[in-house]
């Protein structure tokens, strides 16, 4: 691991510390014999599993690409965004489901549109795509407003120091649950919580069995724990749509919310979709749409807290919001705050890797890539690439703030994934931020009080390992 880094850069911008491992660059020449792969790999492979970003070396964060083994695995990582947009989007058809990466998401995401492949995919994406329009997205800010600003009045009654990732975990949950199901979930809120934490936990296990390609009948003991998490998940989400299907059925009311926008979709060529895609959807939803966003707020917080002048320009971006206007109309107002949550993705994406596996060959100008090799962008790597970006490592949202946004390279910037699978819920996703950041810095202060920076760590999202505590004081 390399030495804790400085906190601050010759400018005084802060510089959070994050893995960095400095290896000697490859020289090139013939690939190392398979025996010494196989014992690199196992030398490697507790890093992987347990942080998958201590696993990066300096020279990846400046190379276009880096190509390299995994046992018997080829993999590529590609920073090129030339070579990006030709693969992932112009090429998008060569590419498929990386197999580890279904092992692992697969047995709980089943069919759900993250996991699904061919047409079963296609037509979900299709069918879908609809209940995510600008129009419906916005139909869900006033629940959002409103959730929010009861979360604040709840946390204000309780203690002032908190863990940040927990409490953002807390609120990115109940936004979703409001929106998907209008809390019409009958559980316990506190068993909710606790079993989808349970259930990204078993999502997130890689299992070394996995990486050796032993077969599916050999159990994986890192998946022993929080099945029945997800059983009781699975079925409560079962049972809401069930019953709200029969409410609509016998021709009740029933709430807008994606729940119904969902039994309704798709009543065209693809007819409608079925109980166990709205499941699947719903629970990959669930997944791939809560901590994703929590991470991200908690990062901006943390971000923020290191550096006053952006700090205060949020506040006061913040204070200033008319807020009797409808919320979902803030966001353009809000610019600087959307700079700081657009420059907190970068150093931290909650996606740090996007990963396939080549059906067909690639070639490209000079690069040449086989049939088999799996293909990845690490958003992680991208985001922080010398060659890409003035100062990579330090926060600065001028970036991402009035015209320099617009010289942020389309292809050097993807918190959200790209082509035909660029996440279905971004603008959700990013309305959901703002009103969020709008609301927590109009009405709270929140200041760091861990005894060290936190150190990030790669488990399903980039999170902090210390689950970044932090102090609120009340500001209006
Ligand atoms: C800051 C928040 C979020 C980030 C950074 C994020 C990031 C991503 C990324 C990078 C992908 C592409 C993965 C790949 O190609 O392998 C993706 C896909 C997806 N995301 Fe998001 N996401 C966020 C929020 C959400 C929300 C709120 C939802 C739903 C409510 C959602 C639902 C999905 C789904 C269903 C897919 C799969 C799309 C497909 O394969 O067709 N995401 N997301």
Same mark, same amino acid.
């Given at each position: 691991m390399s030495a804790p880094q400085p906190l601050r850069n010759a400018a005084g911008q802060f510089v959070p510390p994050y893995p960095r491992r400095d290896v000697p660059r490859p020289t090139g020449g013939k690939p190392p014999p398979l025996p010494l792969i196989y014992w690199r790999t196992l030398r490697e492979l507790p890093r992987i599993i347990s942080n998958p970003l201590e696993s990066f070396v300096g020279f990846q964060f400046d190379m276009p690409v880096s190509r390299y083994r995994l046992f018997s695995m080829p993999f590529a990582l590609i920073?090129?965004?030339? +070579?990006?947009?030709?693969?992932?989007?112009?090429?998008?058809?060569? +590419?498929?489901?990386?197999?580890?990466?279904?092992?692992? +998401?697969?047995?709980?995401?089943?069919?759900?549109?993250?996991?699904?492949?061919?047409?079963?995919?296609?037509?979900?994406?299709?069918?879908?795509?609809?209940?995510?329009?600008?129009r419906n997205v916005s139909s869900f800010a006033s629940g959002m407003k409103a959730t929010t600003e009861e979360f604040v009045e709840d946390l204000l009654t309780g203690p002032q120091k908190i863990s940040v990732s927990d409490a953002m975990s807390r609120l990115t949950y109940l936004v979703l649950s409001q929106t998907l199901f209008s809390g019409e979930i009958d559980d316990d809120i506190e068993d909710i919580l606790a079993d989808v934490a349970f259930f990204l936990e078993k999502l997130s296990a890689a299992d070394p069995l996995d990486f050796l390609g032993a077969p599916d009948w050999v159990p994986r003991p890192t998946r022993f724990r929080g099945g029945d998490a997800t059983s009781r998940l699975r079925k409560s989400v079962r049972d809401a749509a069930e019953d709200r299907r029969a409410r609509i059925e016998r021709g009740e009311a029933v709430p807008d919310d994606f729940l119904t926008l969902l039994l309704r979709a798709g009543k065209g060529e693809d007819g409608a979709l079925t109980l166990d895609e709205v499941e699947d959807n719903i629970i990959t939803f669930i997944a791939a749409g809560h901590e994703t966003t929590a991470r991200a707020l908690g990062w901006t917080l943390y971000l923020l807290d290191n550096d006053d002048d952006a700090r205060a320009r949020a506040e006061a971006e913040a204070d200033a919001l008319d807020t009797s206007r409808p919320p979902e109309n803030w966001g353009k107002d809000m610019p600087w705050i959307t700079a700081c949550f657009e420059e907190a993705m970068r150093l931290y994406p909650p996606a740090a890797v996007i990963l396939r596996r080549l059906r067909e060959p690639i070639k490209f100008g000079e690069y040449d890539i086989p049939a088999g090799v799996n293909v990845y962008i690490s958003p992680w790597v991208l985001h922080r690439h010398t060659t890409l970006w003035n100062e990579p490592d330090a926060f600065v949202p001028q970036r991402f703030f009035g015209e320099a946004r617009k010289s942020v390279g389309r292809f050097a910037y993807l918190p959200f994934g790209l082509g035909p699978r660029v996440c279905i819920g971004a603008s959700f996703a990013m309305q959901e931020a703002q009103i969020i950041l709008a609301v927590l810095l109009r009405r709270l202060r929140f200041s760091y009080v861990g005894d060290r920076p936190p150190w990030p760590v790669l488990k399903i999202t980039v999170q902090p390992d210390n689950g970044m505590p932090m102090r609120w004081t009340a500001r209006q």
């Open positions: 920073s090129d965004p030339d +070579l990006i947009r030709h693969i992932f989007v112009e090429r998008a058809d060569a +590419l498929e489901a990386e197999p580890l990466r279904q092992k692992v +998401l697969r047995p709980a995401l089943r069919d759900g549109m993250l996991t699904a492949e061919g047409e079963t995919w296609r037509r979900a994406r299709r069918t879908i795509a609809p209940v995510f329009s600008p």
